[in-house]
């Protein structure tokens, strides 16, 4: 997994690159398909996916797809307010905060979501399948669910 930082204070993450074989009157044609996940790291995070016959062209298109979608996450400082769960096709990805100076505790694919927006101490585990696509977009989906104090306190209108 690698990681750079461009001009918009954007940083990318390449969880996966995977290479695709056509056969052809001469012989193989390869292409190469790339998953990425683009960040500001101040609560920002979305990922992109790009495909194309060299893999720098294939991250250069996730990357462009990824600055597209970038979404706003909730953190309280460096973790985030609450427990949650996030859902995609058959993988679960269980987000838990976690004290200043634990670090992330993550598998690759769900460590970079959480690096790539900025999230410094936090605790998850996933659940089913294993696959780094679904567990990025599982990521992604139950950091959309977090909500902050004042949040709720609108959305219910009552006073916690």
Not at 6 to 32: M, N, P
Not at 103 to 129: F, M, N, P, Q, W
Request: aromatic letters at 4%.
């Amino acid at each position: 997994m690698s990681d750079n930082n461009h001009e918009g204070g954007l940083v990318d993450k390449v969880v996966k690159i995977r290479r695709c074989s056509a056969t052809v009157k001469g012989g193989r044609r390869f292409s190469f398909t790339a998953l990425v996940v683009v960040g500001d790291g101040k609560g920002k995070v979305a990922w992109g996916y790009g495909k194309a016959n060299e893999v720098p062209p294939a991250v250069n298109k996730a990357v462009q797809d990824g600055t597209r979608k970038l979404a706003s996450i909730c953190m309280q400082g460096s973790t985030i307010p609450h427990a949650v769960e996030g859902r995609f096709g058959a993988s679960r990805v269980l987000l838990l905060p976690a004290r200043p100076g634990t670090g992330v505790i993550a598998g690759a694919a769900v460590r970079a979501v959480c690096e790539a927006c900025g999230i410094h101490d936090i605790l998850t585990k996933s659940y089913g399948s294993a696959n780094s696509a679904n567990l990025v977009k599982a990521t992604l989906d139950a950091l959309n669910k977090l909500r902050t104090k004042s949040q709720i306190e609108n959305l219910r209108g009552v006073e916690l």
